[in-house]
């Protein structure tokens, strides 16, 4: 009965421990718009994005569930590319994530802080980083990405041209 005592003691605090190691953010900080900091594939080396890059990510999550992503890229001049890579949904209830209405795994958003997530996609780590952009710029990624929506008229137009 002891050792059945002393068990039970050594799992209760073991589970302490690792929920204090896990800290508490609530679902509402997710609410602003994303910076991918780095990747990793699994196998292969980690990967910092931005500055000497040419490379990065961006989302934005808004507060009625507003989902958007886009790579950005910088040119050899300097100029930054957009390439939209979807417009939706998101929901965030109880640390459970799920965009674009797609089944939810457990590591593929985790709130590490307020202001940073770490998150799987496919076999690949990112981390990302909430940063502080001017509205007139992520509405504009947001808008990009929302115009990936192409009307059907012009997806029956583009279709005959591009793959007769």
Same mark, same amino acid.
């Given at each position: 009965?002891?050792?059945?005592?002393?068990?039970?003691?050594?799992?209760?605090?073991?589970?302490?421990?690792?929920?204090?190691?896990?800290?508490?953010?609530?679902?509402?900080?997710?609410?602003?718009?994303?910076?991918?900091?780095?990747?990793?594939?699994?196998?292969?080396?980690?990967?910092?994005?931005?500055?000497?890059?040419?490379?990065?990510?961006?989302?934005?999550?808004?507060?009625?569930?507003?989902?958007?992503?886009?790579?950005?890229?910088?040119?050899?001049?300097?100029?930054?590319?957009?390439?939209?890579?979807?417009?939706?949904?998101?929901?965030?209830?109880?640390? &459970?994530?799920?965009?674009?209405?797609?089944?939810?795994?457990?590591?593929?958003? &985790?709130?590490?802080?307020?202001?940073?997530?770490?998150?799987?996609?496919?076999?690949?780590?990112?981390?990302?980083?909430? &940063?502080?952009?001017?509205?007139?710029?992520?509405?504009?990624?947001?808008?990009?990405?929302?115009?990936?929506?192409?009307?059907?008229?012009?997806?029956?137009?583009?279709?005959?041209?591009?793959?007769?």
């Amino acid at each position: 009965m002891e050792r059945v005592l002393l068990i039970m003691a050594v799992v209760f605090m073991s589970a302490l421990q690792l929920n204090a190691q896990t800290p508490k953010v609530e679902d509402k900080e997710l609410i602003g718009t994303w910076v991918l900091e780095s990747l990793q594939w699994d196998g292969e080396e980690k990967v910092i994005c931005g500055k000497g890059r040419g490379y990065s990510s961006f989302k934005y999550y808004g507060a009625d569930g507003e989902y958007a992503c886009c790579e950005v890229l910088m040119t050899k001049n300097g100029d930054c590319v957009l390439a939209p890579h979807e417009y939706g949904t998101y929901t965030f209830k109880d640390g &459970v994530y799920c965009e674009m209405g797609r089944p939810s795994t457990p590591n593929n958003l &985790v709130m590490t802080s307020k202001t940073s997530f770490k998150g799987r996609w496919r076999a690949r780590t990112e981390i990302w980083k909430k &940063v502080n952009m001017p509205e007139k710029a992520s509405r504009y990624i947001v808008d990009c990405c929302r115009m990936m929506e192409m009307p059907a008229d012009i997806q029956q137009m583009m279709k005959p041209v591009f793959f007769r």
